[in-house]
């Protein structure tokens, strides 16, 4: 199985203020890579896939990159609506899996 | 607006089965292939298992293959899954996803199973 990794775990933010969240896949996946939102209680939301294509209705402050291994997403002009977890997945191979997610919190 | 619901989510005894539905609505449900994903109380998201739009293919996380069963009727736009066996560790929020492709598009509000031991 493709094991998926996030860094950092936790970070806190300033409303306004840009976040980088890395997610780190232990082989390479081309880039079949998807990020998702999850507020307390509530389903996840899908945001990005292929690595860096918007899902409809994402706003742009939202952006991703990376190719094979290695990913980014980045959050900039944090609102409130945004303090969430973060989990990045992968869905090159069978069993898809998602990385532990990363916790934003405001600052 | 595509619209996903869960139901059938209940405790349920150790060892015990359950049948989770989702209907849904709002898209050309046979066009589409889709998955269960779980998350434990406190936990991170877990993927559990993928239908195509035909029916004709599922893949399983290796936890539940040989206990759960994912199958979907066209008819109905509902797809299902059959937990056998349970076990403590299946306890958890069962999300159905509709796929967009290989990745997931829109999200249900999950379903909740609880197993007591």
């Known amino acids: 199985d493709i094991q998926m990794t996030q860094s950092p775990s936790s970070l806190s933010a300033s409303v306004g203020g840009r976040v980088t969240i890395t997610c780190r896949a232990s082989?390479?996946?081309?880039?079949?890579l998807a990020w998702f939102q999850q507020k307390p209680g509530k389903a996840p939301k899908s945001l990005i896939y292929?690595?860096?294509s918007l899902q409809s209705g994402v706003p742009s402050k939202f952006s991703g990159s990376g190719s094979g291994t290695d990913f980014t997403l980045t959050i900039s002009s944090l609102q409130p609506e945004d303090f969430a977890t973060y989990y990045c997945?992968?869905?090159?191979?069978?069993?898809?899996?998602f990385g532990p997610g990363t916790k934003v919190d405001i600052k | 607006e595509v619209q996903l619901v869960e139901s059938g989510g209940a405790v349920v005894q150790l060892g015990g089965s359950l049948r989770l539905s989702c209907a849904a609505s709002?898209?050309?449900?046979?066009?589409?292939?889709m998955h269960w994903v779980r998350q434990a109380p406190g936990k991170g998201l877990e993927w559990v298992s993928l239908?195509?739009?035909?029916?004709?293919?599922?893949y399983y996380t290796a936890s539940v293959k040989g206990r759960f069963t994912m199958s979907r009727d066209n008819n109905k736009n509902s797809v299902y899954l059959q937990m056998n066996r349970l076990r403590p560790e299946d306890t958890a929020l069962y999300y159905c996803?509709?796929?967009?492709?290989?990745?997931?598009?829109?999200w249900g509000e999950g379903a909740l199973v609880t197993v007591s031991s």
């Open positions: 239908i195509s739009w035909d029916g004709t293919t599922t």
């Open positions: 082989q390479g996946i081309s880039n079949s």
């Open positions: 709002g898209f050309t449900f046979d066009d589409y292939n």
């Open positions: 997945q992968q869905y090159n191979s069978y069993p898809f899996t």
């Open positions: 292929a690595a860096s």
């Open positions: 996803v509709k796929g967009a492709g290989h990745y997931f598009d829109q």
